[in-house]
Each structure stands twice: as structure tokens, then as C-alpha cells.
């Protein structure tokens, strides 16, 4: 079984900043790309930056700028340094990550971290 799980979340003013972790744990060979979405009450989730095994990222316009995602491949941890966050960035925001397995590639999900702007 494969695991990943958030944490850094938590309550944050306007202009402030947060960095959240997904740490991943379990049976498999490697991890391709990783990544970041964000779900906001009443909206779809969406996707907010991915990064490659080799360090290449994909950023969502509305965080370029703002957001920086990064990973260490010996920790098997992915991050997301937030910084100037507002309002609208209130969301539960999800990692993944592609899993090379025995059987073939799998993607699995976190469970979610929460992140509220607000003053």
C-alpha cells in the first residue's frame, strides 16, 4: 500500500504565508511526478502546481509569482511554499503523486489540508 499525507495547513492572514508538506510512504519503486490541487467550497478541484521527477514544475496562473512547489526525492516529500496568500487561496488543498509499482503506475491522493486566509 502506498501513502501520502499533508500537513502544514492552518489559518493564515492576508499577505502571509504558508508551506505545506506530503510526505509519501509505502512499497514502491519511484515516484514521477507530484503535485498540488486545491479544492474551494462549492467548486471543482483544481490544479495548482506539479513537479517532475527531474525538477521541472507547472504552475496554475493565479499562484505564478506567489507559489513555489518543490521535492526532495530522499525524503520522497513534495512542497508548497505560499507566500502572499489572499482570501481567494482559502481552500483544502491535496497532493499526489504517480507511483511506479510492481504491477505498473498508479496515482494516489492525500486526504487534504486545510489553508484559510482571513483577518
Known amino acids: 500500500q502506498v501513502h501520502l499525507v499533508e500537513s502544514g495547513g492552518g489559518l493564515v492572514q492576508p499577505g502571509g504565508s504558508l508551506r505545506l508538506s506530503c510526505a509519501a510512504s509505502?512499497?514502491?519503486?519511484?515516484?514521477?511526478?507530484m503535485g498540488w490541487y486545491r479544492q474551494a467550497p462549492g467548486k471543482e478541484r483544481e490544479l495548482v502546481a506539479t513537479i517532475s521527477s527531474g525538477g521541472r514544475t507547472n504552475y496554475a496562473e493565479f499562484v505564478k509569482g506567489r507559489f513555489t512547489i518543490s521535492r526532495d526525492n530522499a525524503k520522497n516529500t513534495v512542497y508548497l511554499q505560499m507566500n502572499s496568500l489572499k482570501a481567494e487561496d482559502t481552500a483544502v488543498y491535496y497532493c499526489?503523486?504517480?507511483?511506479?509499482?510492481?504491477?505498473?503506475?498508479?496515482?494516489?491522493w492525500g486526504q487534504g489540508t486545510q489553508v484559510t486566509v482571513s483577518s
Open positions: 499526489n503523486a504517480d507511483f511506479l509499482r510492481r504491477s505498473g503506475t498508479y496515482l494516489y
Open positions: 509505502g512499497i514502491f519503486f519511484s515516484i514521477n511526478d
